[in-house]
T-cell receptor, first 117, second 115 residues
Framework: AQKVTQAQTEISVVEKEDVTLDCVYE???????LFWYKQPPSGELVFLIR??????QNEISGRYSWNFQKSTSSFNFTITASQVVDSAVYFC??????????????FGKGTTLSVSS | DAEITQSPRHKITETGRQVTLACHQT?????MFWYRQDLGHGLRLIHY???????NKGEVSDGYSVSRSNTEDLPLTLESAASSQTSVYFC??????????????FGPGTRLTVL
């Protein structure tokens, strides 16, 4: 079975702190994709990144970076110098061929990040 | 700009009533999905479609149905609303029919309350 675990339910930091959101996944597939989405207080889901299982290069986009490690089945997300606007719920998700629901996403339960000024 | 919209954005209904939530996308995407979001559960898949006339059940499909008569729309119907169906509902779409890893883009969500 496929599963995504976000063990951190809530994280609180002060502005300018770095913060890492953990994501651990389970799958027997060799081909799969991992995603991160952001859900700000307004409620919409915003796509952040997609990685496939054959590309373990870390990625950086501005203050955001992602660390993909197949050896530990993790796809962690780091925000550098956090800002109040980063306050949101962050979801990690998995899509793999072994999913009985085709290409649909399997989501973790989300991590609520609160950044205070 | 292409987009995905949901209506209504908020709905209050009574137990036993039939409710239909609309989802419309203008990207001409083949794949469309319905998820529900509940506290402590993240998002869970209700139904999905890979194209016109194609519908499939997801993890939590009991009490829900969908139909796909055109590319743009995937309405979600609650046949007889129950309090357990109080939730936030998200529609999503992605481009290539059945393509693994295709990025899904989400609508703004519909908050449904069943009294």
């Amino acid at each position: 079975a496929q599963k995504v675990t976000q063990a951190q339910t809530e994280i609180s930091v002060v502005e300018k702190e770095d913060v890492t959101l953990d994501c651990v996944y389970e799958t027997r597939d060799t081909t799969y994709y991992l995603f991160w989405y952001k859900q700000p207080p307004s409620g919409e889901l915003v796509f952040l990144i997609r990685r496939n299982s054959f590309d373990e290069q870390n990625e950086i986009s501005g203050r955001y970076s992602w660390n993909f490690q197949k050896s530990t089945s993790s796809f962690n997300f780091t925000i550098t110098a956090s800002q109040v606007v980063d306050s949101a719920v962050y979801f990690c998700a998995l899509s793999g061929r072994g999913n009985q629901a085709g290409t649909a996403l399997i989501f973790g339960k989300g991590t609520t990040l609160s950044v205070s000024s | 700009d292409a987009e995905i919209t949901q209506s209504p954005r908020h709905k209050i209904t009574e137990t036993g009533r039939q409710v239909t939530l609309a989802c419309h996308q203008t990207w001409n995407h083949n794949n469309m999905f319905w998820y529900r979001q509940d506290l402590g559960h993240g998002l869970r898949l209700i139904h999905y479609s890979y194209g016109v006339q194609d519908t499939n059940k997801g993890e939590v499909s009991d009490g829900y149905s969908v139909s796909r008569s055109n590319t743009e729309d995937l309405p979600l119907t609650l046949e007889s609303a129950a309090s357990s169906q109080t939730s936030v509902y998200f529609c999503a779409s992605s481009d290539v029919s059945g393509l693994l890893g295709d990025t899904q883009y989400f609508g703004p969500g519909t908050r449904l309350t069943v009294l």
